[in-house]
């Protein structure tokens, strides 16, 4: 049995067959990998777009002194929140601001997380109570089971904000890495002569092709910009978006630059190269970091294989001795 399969392992003709119909799926998939994509930009450009209409309307409502919302969210969510004040009992300070950073904007995206977050661990308390008192998929103590519901309750209420958290640190991620180059477009738009309007619409459309997400958060900026009263409203907005530090430095740079009227090109250029060295200390310390990461997968996958190797012949000779 051993025999056939290390010789059918080592046959020359297998292992052409084996690497020919991996490089064929390959091929394939790369072929078909592009078509299969959905089209993100034109989604996201899409998003930005219905937010500028409102951002619109609502300055024309306000100015002819009407309360509008940008968003409608839906009808049951907001009878459940308004019927039992979630508000109240469920809103957190930074919730808003989550919701912001991880792309959510208006009341609806409000409205859907705090009835998730009473939906949840009602869900979970059902759930779990069901598969362990009912199901009793466990045999444990009554005590046991009861501290799974509870622990299953409590994860329902936080998963919402693990959410949120994992979203909103994604798209910091991104921007993070897209920055740079953000900057360094808009350094050569505005030296170029630009206004800081056209400098950020020019780049928010180049940018689109390394991160979405960016050129979405540019391209509102920009409509702000046009629509909000005060310029310094756009900046702070973008920074609560984003809530990263470069981003914050440059929204000041803009607001001090709108207001002492210094020259914007000069404070582009520093931040720009800061953001630079920021991105290569962090991929220097990823970097640095590595070895001991590797410790563990090595000792687990790496040395058995090796093991594996190295002494499968001599178990083979040894057992063909016997």
Aim: with cysteine.
């Amino acid at each position: 049995m051993i025999d056939d399969i290390a010789a059918k392992l080592f046959d020359p003709r297998f292992v052409a067959m084996t690497l020919t119909g991996i490089a064929a799926a390959a091929t394939v998939y790369a072929l078909v990998q592009p078509i299969l994509e959905p089209d993100n930009l034109a989604k996201r450009m899409k998003l930005v777009g219905e937010e500028r209409e409102a951002i619109r309307k609502r300055e024309r409502d306000r100015l002819a002194n009407k309360v509008t919302l940008r968003s409608e969210p839906k009808a049951y969510m907001r009878r459940v929140v308004e019927r039992f004040d979630l508000g109240r009992w469920l809103g957190t300070d930074t919730a808003k601001q989550k919701l912001m950073m991880a792309g959510y904007r208006g009341a609806g995206a409000e409205t859907s997380f705090l009835f998730f977050r009473m939906v949840m661990p009602i869900a979970l308390l059902l759930g779990s109570a069901f598969y362990l008192f009912v199901i009793e998929v466990l045999d444990q103590p009554f005590m046991v089971r009861l501290g799974l519901v509870i622990v299953a309750s409590y994860i329902g209420i936080k998963a919402p904000e693990l959410f949120l958290h994992n979203k909103a640190g994604k798209r910091q991620a991104e921007v993070r890495r897209a920055w740079p180059d953000a900057l360094d477009l808009s350094l050569i738009c505005v030296e170029s002569g630009m206004s800081v309007e056209a400098a950020f619409r020019r780049v928010s459309q180049e940018i689109a092709g390394q991160s979405m997400v960016l050129a979405e958060e540019l391209a509102l900026m920009t409509a702000e910009l046009s629509y909000l009263p005060d310029r310094r409203m756009a900046y702070e907005n973008l920074s609560n978006r984003i809530g990263i530090d470069p981003v914050k430095a440059v929204s000041t740079a803009l607001i001090q630059a709108e207001r002492y009227g210094t020259p914007i090109g000069a404070a582009l250029r520093v931040l720009s190269q800061e953001s630079r060295d920021q991105r290569m200390n962090e991929a220097e310390k990823k970097a640095a970091a590595l070895p001991p990461k590797l410790t563990v997968p090595m000792i687990l996958f790496f040395l058995p294989v090796l093991f594996v190797v190295i002494l499968t012949p001599a178990v083979i000779q040894v057992m063909k001795q016997i």
